[in-house]
T-cell receptor, first 114, second 112 residues
Framework: TQLLEQSPQFLSIQEGENLTVYCNSS?????LQWYRQEPGEGPVLLVT?????EVKKLKRLTFQFGDARKDSSLHITAAQPGDTGLYLC??????????????FGTGTRLQVTL | KAGVTQTPRYLIKTRGQQVTLSCSPI?????VSWYQQTPGQGLQFLFE???????NKGNFPGRFSGRQFSNSRSEMNVSTLELGDSALYLC???????????FGPGTRLTVT
């Protein structure tokens, strides 16, 4: 079973601070996705990273896929209250992406206060 | 395009009863997956349907079943409900190689 561990589990910070969320596994993933889920809603896809070492930026969010494609990180610069939510990473196991069962991480709950 | 819709949004059932949840995927998406989300276990994969066939199945008992219709709409059924089945049930549709999931708002099931 491919397991994606996220850290930290919980994070409470003030507006304007920076933070990094990590997603780690001992297995290789052909691609990795990040989602954000707000209370009472389903997760919303933020980004997909495919190539080892790839970095993608989405406004104040920076996503990185590890060189060995076993880990990923999400960095938020100058966090805002609107960033509050549950962040989930999810990976497609295997080297070529032929498996079709997405594996979700354990989640990081972020709260940004004024 | 309209997003993924799920009905009903909230449901209260009694132990032993059965329940059917419905999901309409994004137009053009042929893959529909179902997930159970609880505070203790997180997001767990139930099953995936593609072109009316179950393509993948998670580690859930046989009380959990699903189906997909020719228009890609999907239903999941839970029989003989247990208290532990209380959860947010999420449906997601997908199109493309990277299995990016587009989730609906979920159905909040409470079993009493």
């Amino acid at each position: 079973t491919q397991l994606l561990e996220q850290s930290p589990q919980f994070l409470s910070i003030q507006e304007g601070e920076n933070l990094t969320v990590y997603c780690n596994s001992s297995s290789v993933f052909s691609s990795l996705q990040w989602y954000r889920q707000e209370p009472g809603e389903g997760p919303v896809l933020l980004v997909t990273v495919v190539t080892g070492g790839e970095v993608k930026k989405l406004k104040r969010l920076t996503f990185q896929f590890g060189d060995a494609r076993k880990d990923s990180s999400l960095h938020i610069t100058a966090a805002q209250p609107g960033d509050t939510g549950l962040y989930l990473c999810a990976g497609v196991p295997g080297r070529t992406g032929t498996a079709s069962k997405l594996t979700f991480g354990t989640g990081t709950r972020l709260q940004v206060t004024l | 395009k309209a997003g993924v819709t799920q009905t009903p949004r909230y449901l209260i059932k009694t132990r032993g009863q059965q329940v059917t949840l419905s999901c309409s995927p994004i137009s053009g998406h042929r893959s529909v997956s179902w997930y159970q989300q609880t505070p203790g276990q997180g997001l767990q994969f139930l099953f995936e349907y593609f072109s009316e066939t179950q393509r993948n199945k998670g580690n859930f008992p046989g009380r959990f079943s699903g189906r997909q219709f020719s228009n890609s709409r999907s239903e999941m059924n839970v029989s003989t409900l247990e208290l532990g089945d209380s959860a947010l049930y999420l449906c997601a549709s997908s199109f493309g190689h990277f299995y990016e999931q587009y989730f609906g708002p979920g159905t909040r099931l409470t079993v009493t």
